[in-house]
């Protein structure tokens, strides 16, 4: 098994000096005043901060890939005005990546609703490649890449993580600081403006706490700071951000639009709903993982409980009901003792999670028919398997469990699951890639319609195996 990633939470925590605490516990009138006189700035506390150093992953390996490669069209029936086929195969099978041969890599990022992707080195660089039309690979230009490009303008940086949204892109360096590129219409990027693209990496309006979690969804994003909190920015529909609103008002009678959040702004309020109805709120929140779907978001916070929240669609939040939250709601199927949550992932309409024993539930829905999980229900087909990372498409998943990686999802598919050519393109029963026999992956992130694997190159076996994989040069 693979060392475990450290986090080094307390010693991170012992190089802060604390000046002066604000009183965040006066929600007495839980969501009555929720709306409009919670904090709209990131600063809510007035603290100094001494010289901090985030780790990244302590994994490394090489980057495969498998998936469609035709950004413009992928997840489109049709390509935009203007836009020229530029093609690019399915690839059906893993495959190492050319641009990237001999780079070590520690970590892999795309989302269930990107069309691009994010690749960190072992030296902290950040390499993108995918669609772009929105600036959102952070090359300063809107031009598609259909190989792993550097991005120069933070190579200064030690980039430990990334998030990768619809058409928006966020970078965490080791000091705790986030870069945003991309669209940011809806003010996604947490520049304290909403505007139309913004194609090189620029330093997210915030001034509190180091952060150390961050998350995209469809339209907004999510970050979290080294205390735990939780902060969010963008397009608020559904209640997704957690402020008690889904921001609509009308311009003119028969005009709708949304305030947006346009600086990150911090989530003051996680509730839990007793079966009488009553509402109350939930202390000592400190936020630990962040996952996001198109228009939802779930956490699972240092006591291994889960709280979810936005559009309730197909039971996507997992409460039993198709009923949007608007502030963070405590999903109480992963409370009490050997029942917390050690693992989350999101789809575009549907949730994952990983028990303390290593069990994945899956609730929502990851087929377009059929009937919807609206609560936490074990993926039966994985019972006995130890998950240790999730990927989560569009509609497919992918994990890696055990010594093995393991696939499923629905028709249509663009290569994702990974079983190789002259093989089934989906399934709904999740099923072993044979294709990689042999190797070990540490690591897989899904984007839309594409996988991206971390496969272990330590001894001369291991790459020798690696080297009988197809190369995939465009």
């Given at each position: 098994?693979?060392?475990?990633?450290?986090?080094?939470?307390?010693?991170?925590?012992?190089?802060?000096?604390?000046?002066?605490k604000?009183?965040?516990?006066?929600?007495?009138?839980?969501?009555?005043?929720?709306?409009?006189?919670?904090?709209?700035?990131?600063e809510?506390?007035?603290?100094?901060?001494?010289?901090?150093?985030?780790?990244?992953?302590?994994?490394?390996?090489?980057?495969?890939?498998?998936?469609g490669?035709?950004?413009?069209?992928?997840?489109?029936?049709?390509?935009?005005?203007?836009?020229?086929?530029?093609?690019?195969?399915?690839?059906?099978?893993?495959q190492?990546?050319?641009?990237?041969?001999?780079?070590?890599?520690?970590?892999?990022?795309?989302?269930?609703?990107?069309?691009?992707?994010?690749?960190?080195?072992?030296?902290?660089?950040?390499?993108?490649?995918?669609?772009?039309?929105?600036?959102?690979?952070?090359?300063?230009d809107?031009?598609?890449?259909?190989?792993?490009?550097?991005?120069?303008?933070?190579?200064?940086?030690?980039?430990?993580?990334?998030?990768?949204?619809?058409?928006?892109?966020?970078?965490?360096?080791?000091k705790g600081?986030?870069?945003?590129?991309?669209?940011?219409?809806?003010?996604?990027?947490?520049?304290?403006?909403?505007?139309?693209?913004?194609?090189?990496?620029?330093?997210?309006?915030?001034?509190?706490?180091?952060?150390?979690?961050?998350?995209?969804?469809?339209?907004?994003?999510?970050?979290?700071?080294?205390?735990?909190?939780?902060?969010?920015?963008?397009?608020?529909?559904?209640?997704?951000?957690?402020?008690?609103?889904?921001?609509?008002?009308?311009?003119?009678?028969?005009?709708?639009?949304?305030?947006?959040e346009?600086?990150?702004?911090?989530?003051?309020?996680f509730?839990?709903?007793t079966?009488?109805?009553?509402?109350?709120?939930?202390?000592?929140v400190?936020?630990?993982?962040?996952a996001?779907?198109?228009?939802?978001?779930i956490?699972?916070?240092s006591?291994?409980?889960?709280?979810s929240?936005?559009?309730?669609?197909?039971?996507?939040?997992?409460?039993?009901?198709?009923?949007?939250?608007?502030?963070?709601?405590?999903?109480?199927?992963?409370?009490?003792?050997?029942?917390?949550?050690?693992?989350?992932?999101?789809?575009?309409?549907?949730?994952?999670?990983?028990?303390?024993?290593?069990?994945?539930?899956?609730?929502?829905?990851?087929?377009?028919?059929?009937?919807?999980?609206?609560?936490p229900?074990?993926?039966?087909?994985?019972?006995?398997w130890?998950?240790?990372?999730?990927?989560c498409?569009?509609r497919?998943?992918?994990?890696?469990?055990?010594?093995?990686?393991?696939?499923?999802?629905?028709?249509?598919?663009?290569?994702?699951?990974?079983?190789?050519?002259n093989?089934?393109?989906?399934?709904?029963?999740?099923?072993?890639?044979?294709?990689?026999?042999?190797?070990?992956?540490?690591?897989v992130?899904?984007?839309?319609?594409?996988?991206?694997?971390?496969?272990?190159?330590?001894?001369?076996?291991?790459?020798?195996?690696?080297?009988?994989?197809?190369?995939?040069?465009?």
């Amino acid at each position: 098994m693979p060392p475990k990633k450290r986090v080094n939470d307390n010693e991170s925590k012992s190089h802060i000096k604390r000046r002066k605490k604000k009183n965040d516990e006066g929600d007495s009138d839980l969501l009555g005043d929720f709306g409009d006189s919670a904090d709209n700035g990131a600063e809510v506390v007035s603290e100094e901060y001494v010289d901090i150093t985030l780790e990244g992953s302590m994994l490394s390996g090489e980057l495969l890939f498998c998936g469609g490669t035709n950004w413009d069209l992928v997840g489109r029936n049709q390509l935009p005005k203007g836009v020229k086929n530029k093609g690019g195969p399915n690839l059906w099978g893993p495959q190492r990546v050319s641009a990237l041969s001999g780079v070590r890599v520690r970590t892999v990022v795309s989302g269930c609703t990107s069309c691009h992707s994010v690749v960190i080195s072992v030296e902290g660089k950040a390499y993108t490649w995918g669609r772009n039309d929105k600036g959102q690979l952070g090359q300063g230009d809107i031009e598609r890449l259909d190989s792993p490009t550097l991005v120069t303008s933070l190579q200064n940086y030690n980039i430990i993580d990334a998030a990768c949204g619809k058409n928006h892109t966020l970078f965490l360096t080791d000091k705790g600081s986030v870069f945003s590129c991309g669209d940011n219409k809806m003010g996604q990027l947490g520049l304290g403006h909403q505007s139309g693209t913004v194609p090189s990496p620029t330093r997210i309006s915030y001034k509190g706490p180091p952060v150390r979690k961050i998350a995209c969804g469809g339209e907004f994003s999510m970050i979290s700071d080294i205390r735990g909190n939780l902060y969010s920015f963008g397009l608020p529909e559904y209640g997704q951000l957690g402020h008690n609103s889904d921001g609509k008002f009308f311009v003119t009678s028969n005009k709708l639009s949304f305030k947006c959040e346009v600086i990150p702004r911090k989530v003051n309020v996680f509730i839990e709903k007793t079966r009488d109805g009553h509402i109350l709120p939930v202390p000592d929140v400190e936020v630990r993982g962040i996952a996001c779907g198109l228009n939802h978001t779930i956490i699972v916070d240092s006591k291994k409980r889960v709280f979810s929240w936005g559009f309730g669609g197909y039971g996507r939040l997992g409460h039993a009901e198709p009923k949007d939250e608007m502030v963070p709601r405590h999903l109480k199927y992963f409370e009490g003792p050997n029942r917390g949550a050690s693992m989350i992932a999101a789809g575009s309409t549907y949730s994952m999670a990983v028990n303390e024993y290593g069990a994945l539930f899956l609730w929502g829905q990851t087929k377009q028919t059929g009937e919807a999980a609206m609560y936490p229900k074990l993926v039966q087909d994985l019972s006995g398997w130890r998950i240790r990372s999730i990927g989560c498409c569009n509609r497919s998943v992918v994990v890696a469990a055990d010594e093995s990686v393991i696939s499923f999802g629905p028709s249509p598919t663009y290569g994702e699951l990974g079983y190789g050519d002259n093989k089934p393109r989906s399934s709904t029963q999740p099923q072993e890639l044979k294709t990689l026999d042999g190797v070990y992956v540490h690591s897989v992130s899904c984007g839309y319609g594409h996988t991206l694997f971390i496969a272990r190159s330590d001894s001369d076996q291991e790459k020798e195996k690696l080297e009988k994989l197809p190369i995939f040069t465009p």
